[in-house]
């Protein structure tokens, strides 16, 4: 079995920046993919930036050339360096993860005020 726990998440003003983790425990071998996704209030749950085993990353168009995934040497941990942060960012941020069994941590909020 495979946990994910994000943490990070927060309050911040439009125009900053926040840092999240998610950190993987338990049975893990590596994974093929890790990847960022958020759900807004009313709104579907949306892919923010995923990053695969060879190290390419890929993004939303929302959050294009404002976050950026990265992972550790180890590959249990990855980020998500979010910056010039907006209203529209605000959102719970799940981390996941395919080996290919698929995983989902809890998630995290962040709350953007303008």
């Known amino acids: 079995q495979v946990q994910l726990v994000e943490s990070g998440g927060g309050l911040v003003q439009a125009g900053g920046s926040l840092r999240l983790s998610c950190v993987a425990s338990?049975?893990?071998?590596?994974?093929?993919?890790m990847a960022w996704h958020r759900q807004a209030p009313g709104k579907e749950r949306e892919l923010v930036a995923t990053l695969v085993a060879n190290g390419a990353a890929n993004y939303g168009d929302s959050v294009k050339d404002r976050f950026r995934i990265s992972r550790n040497k180890a590959g249990n941990t990855w980020y998500l360096q979010m910056d010039s942060l907006k209203p529209e960012d605000t959102a719970v941020y799940y981390c996941n993860a395919r080996s290919p069994l698929e995983f989902w941590g809890r998630g995290t909020q962040v709350t953007v005020s303008s």
């Open positions: 338990g049975r893990i071998t590596s994974f093929s993919v």
